[in-house]
Each structure stands twice: as structure tokens, then as C-alpha cells.
């Protein structure tokens, strides 16, 4: 009976607190929990660009908001709403920057009608891997850059996640040379749209629900997703026959956490602290599960359901390059803030290359199979 006289006394606030609850032993005593206690419990929405649940995604916008539960002792509760709950998916930046929600998850290339310099924030053709990425953002000024591109907007952003390397798509057309991208119906949004049409293809922009069908009935020749944990899911394999790879157009998207600023500023520095924290774990934690889980979904693809899986010709892959650097160059045209990202993101891609050619390139092609 003793845990509840402590209870009775720390006041109800102290039932949410799993660290006071927890720190209830022999010797805790009232003092003790009086200066631990009250708490209030703040409740924050949570708006996604995921149907909810979805593998990978909308499940990893769901793991952070149980680590900000965890990690504040039940202090700080996130409910997360998948696409269309509360809002559309590409209205999410809109809610949390209004209030609506306290926070939001998506990825910034949704935002590039807020600033084009948002794009650099997910994921740019033939960029920076998931490595680099996190390199930049933490150690390289890229995060600094990234609250300045929201600032205006009222909103804090934060990276909670990566796909790493996606799969270049599914294709029901052999792709054998920069001839065969003429033409080609292909659904695949942002930049790399762009760059399939500067090489004479057509890109369409399809929701996540509609690319099956599109695919199976001819409406589209190809399309990308993600990688083979996701398009597994989607049963993807089912409407096309190849299955070509590297996702040049994404090569480690950043997923993003963001705050409304008001929100976030208002909260004890203790519980700020524990937000940045665990969108730092939830980034790690996305990467990691689709390393593993992208292994195991190939070789479900490969020896279950015999799918062709193929390198893009490299001839493609370097005219396709050449279209991604004049791309990207561009939207640096579009401001003097895009401008200032676009060299940071430059600069420090070409020295991230630079140690990366020597050191993982090199390790990767001499370690064997
Ligand atoms: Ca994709």
C-alpha cells in the first residue's frame, strides 16, 4: 500500500510520469516526488503525409511519436493522424505552420512551393546518399540551412528518417539505351521528372493508390516507388517485368519531423529536448529497418516471384546525370536563399565524394559478395 500513499500524494500527474513510477522504490520518499511532480500532460497532433500504418513510413512517423511518449515519461502524448484524417497529405506544412497540428511528417520536396530550396532537404537526382545526408545536415551546416528555408513559415524542421537508396522502377519496356527513354510514360514525380522529360520521356504524378492500375492497365509504361520492402507491398511485380536499378533520382531521401514553432518554443526545455532527440533516433531507427528489410523483400522478389531485375545501361544513367546537374543548378537561379543551399549542399557533397571514393566506393568494390 505503500506505492499508492506515494501516488496519493505525488497527485495525479505523477501516474503519467513512468520515471517518477518508476524511481518508486525503498527509498523514494514524498520529498523526493514533490520536486519530481506535478506534471501536466501536453497533448500534441501529429499530421502525416503516410496512409496510416504504411510500412516504413507511416510506421515510422508511429515509432517517434511512441519514443517522444516513452522518452517524456507520458508527459508529452503525440497522436499521429495518416493522410487524409485531419488534412490532405500535401497540406500538412500548411496545418503545422498554422497550428493546426503541432507537428507534421513528410518529406520537404512536398514543400518546394513554399521554396524550391526545400527539395534539398529530401532528396536531389544523383545527390547525396543516406550517409552524406546526415553528415550534412548534423556536422555540415545543412540543418542550420533547413530552419532558415522554414522560418518564415513559422515551422521547425527536423530529420526523422531515411530510405536510404531507392530502386530506379519498375518497367514493362526494356530500358537498353537513352533511345528507349523517348516516349516513355513513366510515373515518377519532383526533379526527377523533370530530368525523364528533359530526356524525352513523359512523367506523370500519380498518388501511391493509383500506380498499380496504372501500371497493369498500360495507362503508364513505368514507375518508381520506393525500394523492394515497399513495392513488395504494393505488389508492384504483378504489373511490370523489369525491375531496374539504382533509384538515381533518389538516392537517400531524408524524412522529416517538423514543429510548429509557437508550440515547440512553448514547451519546457526539458521536452524540447527530448522532441530533437527522438526525431534523432527515429532517423537512424528508418535507416536501419530498411537496410534490413529491403534485403529480405528482394530475395522474396527474386526467388519467389521471378522478377528481372537489371542495372540501367550506364550510357542512360550518364546522360540522365548530366540532365540532373542542369536541373538542380536551376533552382539555385530561384532565390539568393536556394542560391546559399545550393552550395552548401555542393561544396559539401563534392568533399563528401571526395573521402567516399576512397573510402566506401573502394571498400564496396574489392569486399566481394
Ligand atoms: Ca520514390
Given at each position: 500500500?505503500?506505492r ?63 519514443l ?91 530529420a ?21 527513354l ?114 529480405t ?29 542542369e ?26 565524394v ?15 559478395g
Amino acid at each position: 500500500m505503500k506505492r499508492r500513499d506515494f501516488l496519493g500524494t505525488a497527485g495525479a500527474g505523477a501516474l503519467l510520469t513512468g520515471g517518477v513510477l518508476s524511481g518508486c522504490g525503498q527509498e523514494s520518499t514524498p520529498e523526493k516526488a514533490a520536486s519530481a511532480a506535478p506534471e501536466e500532460t501536453i497533448e500534441w497532433k501529429m499530421v502525416t503525409t503516410w496512409p496510416k500504418n504504411f510500412p516504413g513510413l507511416g510506421t515510422g512517423a508511429n515509432n517517434l511519436a511512441r519514443l517522444i511518449g516513452e522518452m517524456s515519461g507520458g508527459r508529452l502524448k503525440v497522436k499521429v493522424y495518416g493522410a487524409k484524417e485531419l488534412v490532405p497529405p500535401f497540406e500538412v506544412f500548411d496545418a503545422v505552420s498554422s497550428g493546426t497540428a503541432e507537428m507534421g511528417h513528410g518529406a520537404a520536396y512536398y514543400w518546394k512551393g513554399k521554396s524550391e530550396a526545400a527539395q534539398f532537404f529530401a532528396a536531389v537526382p544523383f545527390g547525396m546518399t543516406a550517409q552524406e545526408m546526415n553528415a550534412w545536415l548534423y556536422y555540415g551546416g545543412g540543418m542550420e540551412l533547413w530552419e532558415e528555408v522554414y522560418a518564415p513559415f513559422g515551422v521547425v524542421p527536423a530529420a526523422a528518417g531515411n530510405s536510404g537508396l531507392q530502386m530506379g522502377g519498375w518497367f514493362n519496356k526494356e530500358i537498353n539505351g537513352v533511345a528507349d527513354l523517348q516516349g516513355l510514360k513513366m510515373r515518377i514525380p519532383g526533379l526527377g521528372g523533370e530530368v525523364l522529360k528533359r530526356a524525352g520521356g513523359t512523367p506523370v504524378n500519380l498518388p501511391g493508390g493509383e500506380i498499380f492500375t496504372s501500371l497493369q492497365s498500360g495507362t503508364i509504361d513505368a514507375t518508381e516507388w520506393v525500394g523492394p520492402y515497399n513495392d513488395l507491398a504494393f505488389g508492384l511485380y504483378k504489373a511490370a517485368q523489369y525491375y531496374y536499378y539504382p533509384g538515381w533520382h533518389e538516392p537517400g531521401t531524408t524524412i522529416e519531423c517538423m514543429y510548429n514553432r509557437q508550440a515547440f518554443e512553448a514547451l519546457p526545455a526539458d521536452l524540447q529536448s527530448i522532441v530533437s532527440s527522438a526525431c534523432r533516433v527515429a532517423n537512424a531507427d528508418m535507416l536501419a529497418e530498411y537496410t534490413a528489410r529491403n534485403n529480405t523483400a528482394l530475395q522474396t522478389l527474386v526467388n519467389e516471384h521471378n522478377v528481372d531485375v537489371r542495372e540501367f545501361p550506364r550510357p542512360v544513367l550518364d546522360k540522365l546525370r548530366t540532365i540532373s546537374e542542369e536541373v538542380v543548378a536551376e533552382i539555385a537561379a530561384q532565390d539568393a536563399l536556394s542560391a546559399k543551399v545550393y552550395e552548401s549542399y555542393q561544396t559539401f557533397r563534392k568533399q563528401v565524394v571526395a573521402w567516399h571514393d576512397i573510402s566506401e566506393r573502394t571498400y564496396l568494390n574489392v569486399r566481394g559478395g
